[in-house]
């Protein structure tokens, strides 16, 4: 076999073969003659079939299957013996030949980048320190109290947090839309739940009493055809409650599911919680920031184009998916490549890199972590079974399992070889969080219609 490499342009190759007739025509004649000890046809004798007749017969069959496996076995011979490592499945061209005359072909494709990972000997990350106090213990366990609010009836106008129980029926220029109405609905003012201007509107209002609530649409809502315009609501209110919290006792831990040792057992299974959450998240800063330093002290890779299109293709069918679920638009949108571009861009430096620490490293797949790995996504689902059962039978889901675990194994080969920092911060600093009244939060109502926005 005779191969040249010509550069087409970037990290495109273009593999020019030449293959002697005379290593084909030796595995089609083997080939030939093993199926003339099998080839069974009418008017001779089984295994006395002559050469000649099981060749006329199968012998365009047979070069075409050898043909095609000394394409792809000289292609892979060609690659390693180049040193190149393809991006992609090549695009194999024939090219025309006289019978009897060498095989040649040519194969381009895209290769992917000699690289040399910079910045690994004075990477330095900050490793947040964490001490799980009282307080923090007591903030959870208020807003479970929270979750489990209860509501009583009152005859006072209505205030901030409390919950109105509502009729509505929305008109745009006199006509109805989507959406436009409901019945007992049930909003917690400052909840969210409805648009913000819609539930303050709601504040000041008695049991019996209605009123019009005019509301403009944001130019980017799902519906288009509400999009923009300006609706009234025609708002009657059925009932206003005030929220009531459950006293902090062994009955309330009851209600949170603690058959025995009360509230005491309560605070413990919180604190496992709260200590399980800190890990987690203490983790996923110190990997995020191996991530993103990596790409920093390696941000002029050439990338293969070919691998970067196919994350755009993953992205944004993501993206579509997504936006399916929120929108009620019934075309779908159209997503250019420039708002997935740097995005694709990132997973691809990041899976070059990562293929290459590993690669240099000998770094294997950890079965063990792969089986924790997936035992913990079963255990957060309703039917664990199943889904372990589904991952089993599915190779493109356990796939992105592994790669999932093997680049946990990188950032923990990188943090080894890392200078950590310490950093002392607080539970609420660690998780992002606002503290105080700022961080009340309450049950999501879940009934009735909303208005859109």
Same mark, same amino acid.
């Given at each position: 076999? /005779?191969?040249?490499?010509?550069?087409?342009?970037?990290?495109?190759?273009?593999?020019?073969?030449?293959?002697?007739?005379?290593?084909?025509?030796?595995?089609?004649?083997?080939?030939?003659?093993?199926?003339?000890?099998?080839?069974?046809?009418?008017?001779?004798?089984?295994?006395?079939?002559?050469?000649?007749?099981?060749?006329?017969?199968?012998?365009?069959?047979?070069?075409?299957?050898?043909?095609?496996?000394?394409?792809?076995?000289?292609?892979?011979?060609?690659?390693?013996?180049?040193?190149?490592?393809? #991006?992609?499945?090549?695009?194999?061209?024939?090219?025309?030949?006289?019978?009897?005359?060498?095989?040649?072909?040519? #194969?381009?494709?895209?290769?992917?980048? /000699?690289?040399?990972?910079?910045?690994?000997?004075?990477?330095?990350?900050?490793? *947040?320190?964490?001490?799980?106090?009282?307080?923090?213990?007591?903030?959870?366990?208020?807003?479970?109290?929270?979750?489990?609010?209860?509501?009583?009836?009152?005859?006072?106008?209505?205030?901030?947090?409390?919950?109105?129980?509502?009729?509505?029926?929305?008109?745009?220029?006199?006509?109805?839309?989507?959406?436009?109405?409901?019945?007992?609905?049930?909003?917690?003012?400052?909840?969210?739940?409805?648009?913000?201007?819609?539930?303050?509107?709601?504040?000041?209002?008695?049991?019996?009493?209605?009123?019009?609530?005019?509301?403009?649409? *944001?130019?980017?809502? *799902?519906?288009?055809?509400?999009?923009?315009?300006? #609706?009234?609501?025609?708002?009657?209110?059925?009932?206003?409650?005030?929220?009531?919290?459950?006293?902090?006792?062994?009955?309330?831990?009851?209600?949170?599911?603690?058959?025995?040792?009360?509230?005491?057992?309560?605070?413990?299974?919180?604190?496992?919680?709260?200590?399980?959450?800190?890990?987690?998240?203490?983790?996923?800063?110190?990997?995020?920031?191996?991530?993103?330093?990596?790409?920093?002290?390696?941000?002029?890779?050439?990338?293969?184009?070919?691998?970067?299109?196919?994350?755009?293709?993953?992205?944004?069918?993501?993206?579509?998916?997504?936006?399916?679920?929120?929108?009620?638009?019934?075309?779908?949108?159209?997503? *250019?490549?420039?708002?997935?571009?740097?995005?694709?861009?990132?997973?691809?430096?990041?899976?070059?890199?990562?293929?290459?620490?590993?690669?240099?490293?000998?770094?294997?797949?950890?079965?063990?972590?792969?089986?924790?790995?997936?035992?913990?996504?079963? #255990?957060?689902?309703?039917?664990?079974?199943?889904?372990?059962?589904?991952?089993?039978?599915?190779?493109?889901?356990?796939?992105?399992?592994?790669?999932?675990?093997?680049?946990?194994?990188?950032?923990?080969?990188?943090?080894?070889?890392?200078?950590?920092?310490?950093?002392?911060?607080?539970?609420?600093?660690?998780?992002?969080?606002?503290?105080?009244?700022?961080?009340?939060?309450?049950?999501?109502?879940?009934?009735?219609?909303?208005?859109?926005?």
């Amino acid at each position: 076999m /005779q191969v040249s490499v010509e550069t087409i342009q970037g990290l495109e190759r273009r593999l020019r073969f030449q293959v002697s007739s005379e290593r084909i025509n030796k595995e089609v004649k083997s080939r030939l003659t093993t199926l003339k000890s099998k080839v069974r046809l009418d008017g001779f004798r089984p295994g006395k079939v002559p050469y000649k007749v099981v060749e006329k017969r199968y012998g365009a069959e047979v070069r075409d299957e050898v043909v095609t496996e000394v394409l792809r076995a000289t292609y892979v011979e060609a690659m390693e013996q180049e040193g190149l490592r393809p #991006a992609g499945a090549p695009d194999i061209q024939p090219l025309p030949t006289q019978e009897g005359e060498d095989l040649e072909y040519t #194969a381009t494709v895209e290769v992917l980048p /000699q690289i040399e990972i910079k910045g690994l000997d004075e990477l330095e990350v900050e490793r *947040p320190v964490v001490e799980i106090v009282d307080a923090d213990l007591d903030q959870v366990v208020e807003q479970l109290r929270r979750q489990k609010v209860d509501y009583a009836t009152v005859e006072r106008p209505s205030a901030e947090n409390d919950r109105v129980i509502i009729d509505f029926v929305g008109q745009i220029d006199d006509a109805g839309f989507k959406g436009d109405r409901g019945k007992d609905v049930k909003v917690r003012i400052g909840s969210g739940q409805m648009p913000a201007e819609f539930e303050q509107a709601l504040i000041g209002l008695r049991a019996g009493e209605v009123k019009d609530i005019e509301y403009t649409f *944001p130019e980017g809502a *799902p519906d288009q055809w509400v999009a923009g315009k300006t #609706a009234i609501f025609h708002v009657t209110v059925n009932g206003v409650e005030e929220p009531q919290l459950p006293a902090l006792d062994d009955e309330f831990a009851k209600r949170m599911g603690i058959e025995e040792g009360g509230l005491e057992r309560l605070r413990d299974q919180v604190r496992e919680s709260v200590e399980y959450e800190r890990d987690r998240t203490v983790r996923t800063r110190l990997k995020q920031q191996v991530l993103d330093k990596l790409l920093a002290n390696n941000d002029a890779l050439e990338l293969p184009q070919s691998l970067v299109n196919a994350e755009l293709k993953v992205l944004r069918e993501r993206a579509l998916r997504q936006m399916q679920q929120l929108s009620r638009a019934a075309q779908e949108p159209d997503i *250019p490549d420039s708002v997935l571009d740097q995005g694709a861009r990132r997973r691809v430096t990041l899976y070059l890199l990562i293929n290459e620490i590993v690669r240099n490293n000998d770094l294997r797949l950890d079965e063990k972590r792969l089986q924790e790995a997936l035992h913990e996504l079963a #255990a957060g689902h309703d039917r664990p079974q199943e889904l372990l059962q589904y991952y089993m039978e599915h190779r493109q889901l356990m796939e992105g399992l592994e790669l999932a675990v093997i680049e946990d194994q990188v950032v923990d080969w990188v943090l080894e070889r890392a200078n950590i920092l310490d950093q002392a911060m607080n539970f609420e600093e660690l998780m992002g969080v606002k503290s105080g009244a700022d961080a009340q939060s309450g049950e999501s109502e879940g009934e009735g219609n909303e208005v859109s926005a």
